[in-house]
């Protein structure tokens, strides 16, 4: 019964684990998210956090973070030097037009 729970469980895991995805783009309050993301500043996205964060990608679509996303990105942006040109790892899983954050990289 044990080896049946831990496998159960372990199945749960690793497939969870699967589902991840990474994406790359501009770390981007969503209050700013029309404006130039290279051009965006780090004062202003700290400025604006209460509209929360998310990713502009590469097509310039706009993905929204979920709460522990936000809570993240605005650790990441308050521990970093840089000021403009915000770039970003993130991982997680999408979740309709929202990622559920694991873990932000700014770079």
């Known amino acids: 019964m044990r080896r ?5 469980g ?3 895991l ?15 309050d969503a209050m700013c998210k029309a404006k130039e993301p290279a051009a965006h ?5 700290m400025g604006c956090a209460k509209s929360g964060f998310g990713l502009v990608l590469s097509d310039g679509k706009f993905v ?10 605005l650790a990441a942006l308050k521990a970093s030097s840089r000021e403009k ?5 993130v991982e997680g899983t999408l979740d309709g037009d929202t990622i559920k954050v694991t873990s932000i990289q700014l770079h």
Do not use: P, Y
């Open 4 to 8: 049946l729970v831990f496998c159960l």
């Open 10 to 12: 372990a199945g749960a």
């Open 14 to 28: 690793f497939s969870t684990l699967a589902l991840a995805e990474t994406w790359n783009g501009t770390l981007m």
């Open 41 to 45: 500043t780090r004062k202003c996205a």
């Open 64 to 73: 929204k973070f979920d709460e522990a996303g936000n809570t993240q990105a």
């Open 85 to 89: 040109d915000l770039k970003a790892t």
